[in-house]
């Protein structure tokens, strides 16, 4: 997904190749509706995870949105509950999503976003749809450092 929230498919055989996926625009995606946006991936379902505004305080929601492509162009749906998954961002905007089934093996919810609060140094479960609760503030943007990025080891597994 670029800055404007096009969404491209790399072909690697028979040469390498970028292909942007039609897709219908969307007001609830868009940049004015959600500042902040992850793509991650869900079993086989594609998803845009977004919030309103770069502060993350008592009330705020999140939103999730599924890309269906089934249709032509392809369409965003909005996904009223993650069912048995949870997902993990990070407060920088430039580092990528991680999604986690069946969370409650390690002791986890489903259904929500967790998020780093830098300041009480541990994780912040947000249901989804439901408004953050409590005497939060966490600030998503970019940081001057280096963020790291996710690696799912199933990721590299074209690389052997």
Same mark, same amino acid.
């Given at each position: 997904?670029?800055?404007? /929230?096009?969404?491209?498919?790399?072909?690697?055989?028979?040469?390498?190749?970028?292909?942007?996926?039609?897709?219908?625009?969307? %007001?609830?995606?868009?940049?004015? !509706?959600?500042? !902040?946006?992850?793509?991650? #991936?869900?079993?086989?379902?594609?998803?845009?995870?977004?919030?309103?505004?770069?502060?993350?305080?008592?009330?705020?929601?999140?939103?999730?949105? /599924?890309?269906?492509? %089934?249709?032509?162009? #392809?369409?965003?749906?909005?996904?009223?509950?993650?069912?048995?998954? #949870?997902?993990?961002? %990070?407060?920088?905007? /430039?580092?990528? #999503?991680?999604?986690?089934? !069946?969370?409650?093996?390690?002791? &986890? /919810?489903?259904?929500?976003? =967790?998020? =780093?609060?830098?300041?009480?140094?541990?994780?912040?479960?947000?249901?989804?749809?439901?408004?953050?609760?409590?005497?939060?503030?966490?600030?998503? &943007?970019?940081?001057?450092?280096?963020?790291?990025?996710?690696?799912?080891? %199933?990721?590299?597994?074209?690389?052997?």
């Amino acid at each position: 997904m670029d800055s404007d /929230r096009r969404i491209f498919k790399v072909h690697l055989t028979p040469q390498i190749s970028i292909q942007e996926l039609p897709v219908i625009e969307s %007001s609830m995606i868009s940049k004015r !509706n959600l500042s !902040n946006a992850w793509l991650v #991936a869900c079993g086989d379902m594609l998803l845009l995870v977004g919030c309103r505004g770069s502060i993350v305080v008592s009330g705020v929601t999140f939103e999730v949105f /599924r890309l269906d492509l %089934s249709f032509e162009p #392809a369409l965003w749906f909005k996904v009223e509950k993650l069912e048995h998954w #949870a997902i993990f961002i %990070s407060t920088d905007k /430039r580092s990528q #999503a991680l999604s986690c089934m !069946n969370p409650e093996i390690w002791g &986890g /919810r489903s259904n929500c976003i =967790y998020c =780093y609060n830098h300041e009480s140094e541990r994780w912040i479960a947000l249901e989804l749809g439901k408004p953050l609760q409590g005497d939060v503030f966490i600030f998503m &943007g970019c940081d001057g450092k280096v963020q790291p990025m996710w690696v799912v080891p %199933s990721m590299l597994s074209l690389c052997w």
